[in-house]
């Protein structure tokens, strides 16, 4: 267990998990957070990051920094998606075992996953297949940061651990117009056509692929429980274990937007994976379970977006 008083350092603070986390370390008394914007510590620069560490020497880290988009973002960046975040993580974790940290929290992706991989995917289905190719090199980066840790832990005998999130949403997402996930950017775009009465809304793909989704404050949540409950090479999946189809996340967020106009599909565009529900069992059997049921996440998303002065920039 984390002493209220320890040292904890979140990594990436400002982005929608990271602030999370910290929000959970408040609420539950943690009372010795802390953080660096970029601008203040460059994760990309391992000469900074190595100074960091050994000048604050932090008890336990979660790393929830990482260069995110969606699928165009994905696409269009490959080979900054797969340096900015292998790079950055290598010398958060190797720092951090090079300083003494206790315990390290690496946070992925569901998409580290085979693209055609059994459903729902249990943790033991990594590098059994194929993955995604719209998202592989952000991919094998998550892949690179969790074996980093799991190598640590066979060689050093390090307690460094990783949970593995299905798609997130909540406050501090990225709202951006063609770099955010499928959630927010249907909550921008949905709003915007609100309140410009646009008669119809084009949506990518035909709305058939099924997918998940955890709201961000109960993901943090089980991070902090599994920094005090959990020690494993193999990583934790992080997820409600129910799923739908795009079709229909898209009629519930124009539902709770309130917008009534036409939903059109544009099937020229990719649909990306046809299906990722990840098996939660792993996290159930140790005692956790998600909060936060989607039609009321997404409500609470959408206050976030109407109260996010920095939406239309993002």
Known sequence: MMDKNAKIYVAGHRGMVGSAIVRELERQGYTNIITRTHKELDLTRQDAVEAFFAAEKPDYVFLAAAKVGGIVANESALADFMYDNMILEMNVIHAAWKNGCKK??????????PRLAPQPMKESC???SELEKTNEAYALAKISGLKYCEYLNRQYGTDYISVMPTNLYGPNDNYHPTH???LPALIRRFHEA???????VTCWGDGSPLREFLYVDDLANLCVFLMNHYSGDETVNAG???ELTIRQLTELV?????????????PTKPNGTPRKLLDVS???ALG?????????GIRLAYEDFLHNPMRAER
């Open 104 to 113: 390290l929290e690496f946070l992925g992706s569901s998409c580290i996953y």
């Open 126 to 128: 990594l590098l059994t």
């Open 180 to 182: 955010s996930h499928v």
């Open 194 to 200: 609100k309140e410009q009465n646009l008669p119809y």
């Open 240 to 242: 409600t274990g129910k």
């Open 254 to 266: 124009a539902k709770v937007v309130g917008y009534t106009g036409e939903i059109r599909w544009d």
């Open 282 to 284: 792993k996290a159930t």
């Open 288 to 296: 956790w379970t998600y909060k936060t049921e989607l039609e009321d």
